[in-house]
């Protein structure tokens, strides 16, 4: 059987003041009527329905989970007591699934990714499962770059070492290189053997497990605890507090032999801003994202309003700003910084007096 791992357990920073330790990014309504986790989850149906749905949160954002997500079965909503990265939230999440079917593929995603074309995403990761089923392969979705990221991750991988599943072929990586340089990234981009790490994978739960075995011992050890456990909340509470902090691209993906990545295209994008809210929206003629309710824009171009007041919000001869408005904060951001929105909020939760607005 294959299931859907969706990762939810992030604050999203860089979306303040509308994502707060409170109310995170995965649990907005940010792009139409549904949150992200709900785009993520709703997207690979009618593939993976709701009942082979594994979520991972942090154990605050339970409620939202339940609530946004009712169809999940509650079991298969696991609460982290405390953030370890993406290696022991994968361990987890393995573990578990070993326990109702020790036959059973994973398909591990973050919660708050933006896909435009479904059904290509969906073919893709078909073709990922298949590899995953057919080679005991951890492989990896790589998006085939289109400009010289510098926030992105990215993967080198080996032209001559390839597997071909129904229209994609996944080739043997290479290499993980971190968010590199403009001039890095250049190159990366006219060598064509570069993708983007999306962080989206796919591997049978005894590929994984064994991979912890082989490269994260210690988690491993835990996670076969957790096996033979009655998977209480105390379990899993013992388990968590018990695992250092580290990601599973560090832990496992760099280090494995017997890692795979599909390059694609599916109109994939993280949102990893404000920057990318914007461009990701409905624009007008003068590229403005507008909310649709009382926003007025004259002799402005290139900018974003997102308001919770239902306050009137009126733009004058301004360009690439972000105005957007919460109950408790406003921002005004010039776009080509917005990256710096998270270093606002690290210096709010070092103060006393505005750190409940993070």
């Not at 390839?162 to 229209?167: F, H, L, R, S």
């Not at 250092?244 to 599909?262: F, H, L, R, T």
């Not at 649709?292 to 007041?309: E, I």
Request: with cysteine; glycine share 6%.
């Amino acid at each position: 059987m294959t299931y859907a791992v969706i990762m939810a357990g992030g604050t999203g920073t860089r979306f303040w003041p509308k994502s707060t330790s409170k109310h995170p990014k995965q649990f907005l309504k940010l792009f139409g009527k549904e949150t992200m986790i709900q785009q993520t989850v709703n997207r690979l149906s009618p593939d993976i329905n709701s009942e082979n749905v594994l979520v991972v949160t942090n154990e605050d954002y339970i409620s939202f989970v339940k609530d946004q997500l009712p169809s999940v079965p509650e079991h298969q909503i696991i609460g982290e007591p405390v953030a370890r990265n993406t290696a022991p939230c994968v361990a987890a999440a393995a573990a578990i699934l070993h326990k109702i079917d020790p036959d059973s593929t994973m398909i591990v995603l973050p919660a708050d990714h933006r896909i435009e074309n479904r059904e290509g995403f969906l073919d893709v990761l078909q073709n990922a499962t298949d590899i995953a089923d057919e080679t005991g392969s951890l492989v990896t979705i790589g998006i085939k770059p289109n400009r010289p990221e510098t926030g992105y991750g990215y993967i080198q991988y080996n032209n001559d070492i390839k597997v071909e599943a129904g229209d994609h072929t996944a080739y043997s990586v290479k290499n993980f290189t971190e968010k590199p340089n403009l001039e890095t990234a250049e190159s990366f981009l006219k060598s064509g053997d570069y993708v983007w790490n999306s962080g989206m994978f796919i591997w049978k739960t005894s590929s994984i497990l064994n991979a912890f075995k082989v490269h994260l011992p210690e988690i491993y050890s835990l996670a076969q605890t957790l096996i033979q456990s009655e998977m209480s909340d105390e379990d899993i509470e013992s388990f968590y507090r018990s695992c250092p902090s580290i990601s599973v691209d560090y832990g496992i993906m760099e280090k494995a032999d017997n890692v795979q990545v599909i390059p694609a295209e599916f109109g994939w994008n993280d949102v990893g801003s404000w920057r990318s809210v914007h461009d990701l929206s409905k624009k007008d003629d003068q590229q403005n994202a507008l909310d649709p309710g009382d926003t007025v824009a004259l002799k402005s171009r290139g900018n974003l309003v997102q308001s919770d007041s239902g306050k009137q919000v009126v733009l004058i001869g301004v360009e690439n700003l972000a105005v957007v408005e919460t109950d408790d904060a406003i921002m005004v951001l010039n776009l080509d910084h917005d990256q710096d929105v998270k270093t606002v909020v690290e210096q709010f939760k070092a103060d006393p007096e505005k750190k409940e607005l993070t």
